[in-house]
């Protein structure tokens, strides 16, 4: 018996044939290449697609805006041309008659004047004090004009009672004025004096004008005058 047997020789492991996809991948392997490249591109694509449709659903939500903010004003600047077309002649009117504008005191005098020697009124004296914002107990929309009024104090003669209404009535005809109180008180006349005036009035006036309002708060505009008629 020798002292270095020789190893019994291992068997050959058998080997495992390849599966056949594999194997046959060679033939496939092009076509698969561009199936992938084709994908790739769809899904590309797709994405950019739903992108830019995002991204002009935005534009076309902003047009929209855009085009009903522009037909707003156009319909604004339409109904403003309607109403210049419609009211033009009545603000002219008005601001021919003393309405609109800055207060006109010689003019008012001018009326009562004009009016007193109508109605053959005696003579008659008057104040006025500066002219004031009137505020309304009810809100209104003046847009960029401002209610104001300038008080008018008022003693006059009177030979009845209809001569203060006839008087009031022709102010009222000639311009914007609202009477805010008036008190009347007999005279200590002699009966059967001829021409003589039996009543004294004291009233107090206000004549009223549209202007457009100041850009600071300021105070009272005009001055206190006096005066007789």
């Known amino acids: 018996m020798s002292p270095n047997p020789v190893p019994a020789k291992k068997k050959p492991v058998a080997s495992k044939p390849l599966p056949f996809w594999i194997s046959e991948f060679a033939l ?37 805006r855009t085009r009903d903010t522009a037909s707003s004003l156009y319909a604004q600047v339409d109904n403003e041309k309607r109403d210049i077309r419609n009211f033009q002649q009545r603000f002219v009117e008005l601001r021919q008659r003393g ?33 004031q914002a009137v505020t309304l107990e009810a809100q209104m929309d003046l847009g960029e004009y401002q209610l ?47 021409g003589a005036s039996t009543l004294g009035a004291d009233c107090t006036l206000n004549w009223i004008t549209l202007n457009t309002a100041p850009k600071a708060p300021s105070l009272a505009v005009g001055s206190p005058r006096k005066g007789k008629l």
């Open 28 to 64: 496939i392997r092009t076509a698969l290449l561009t199936l992938l490249a084709a994908l790739t591109v769809s899904v590309t694509g797709v994405t950019l697609s739903h992108m830019k449709r995002q991204d002009a659903v935005v534009l076309s939500a902003h047009a929209q």
């Open 99 to 131: 309405l609109i504008g800055e207060e006109r005191r010689l003019a008012w005098l001018d009326v009562i004047r004009q009016t007193q020697e109508q109605l053959k009124l005696p003579p008659l004296s008057y104040e006025i004090e500066p002219q």
């Open 148 to 194: 104001r009024g300038s008080r008018m104090h008022l003693h006059m003669e009177l030979l009845h009672e209809l001569d203060l209404f006839n008087f009031f009535q022709d102010l009222r005809e000639r311009g914007y004025v609202a009477v805010q109180d008036c008190s009347i008180k007999r005279l200590g006349v002699a009966a059967g004096a001829p």
